[in-house]
């Protein structure tokens, strides 16, 4: 598993088979110009598509992080609601 930070600053894991010094360095090149949301939109397999890259796993490496994005989700659906009845 490799270590890699988003343009959003969301630390991730990722787990790629195969895994070589070629394909860690594209990632390193790569993952930091994309958002945590647009890795998970797909974007990172649409630019991995000409190669032969399997993704095994990704997550967040940090507990900071997960909590981050809970709250950011609970903020997102409280305004998110009409008001009124």
Do not use: C, H, Q, W
């Amino acid at each position: 598993m490799a270590k890699f930070v988003t343009r959003d600053n969301k630390n991730i894991k990722i787990k790629v088979d195969p895994k070589n010094d070629e394909l860690i360095d594209l990632l390193n090149n790569t993952i930091p110009r994309l958002s945590y949301d647009e890795i998970l939109d797909g974007e990172l397999k649409k630019r991995l598509k000409d190669l032969a890259v399997n993704i095994e796993s990704l997550e967040l490496s940090s507990s900071d992080d997960i909590k981050e994005i809970l709250l950011s989700k609970a903020i997102f659906d409280a305004i998110s609601k009409p008001m009124g009845g």
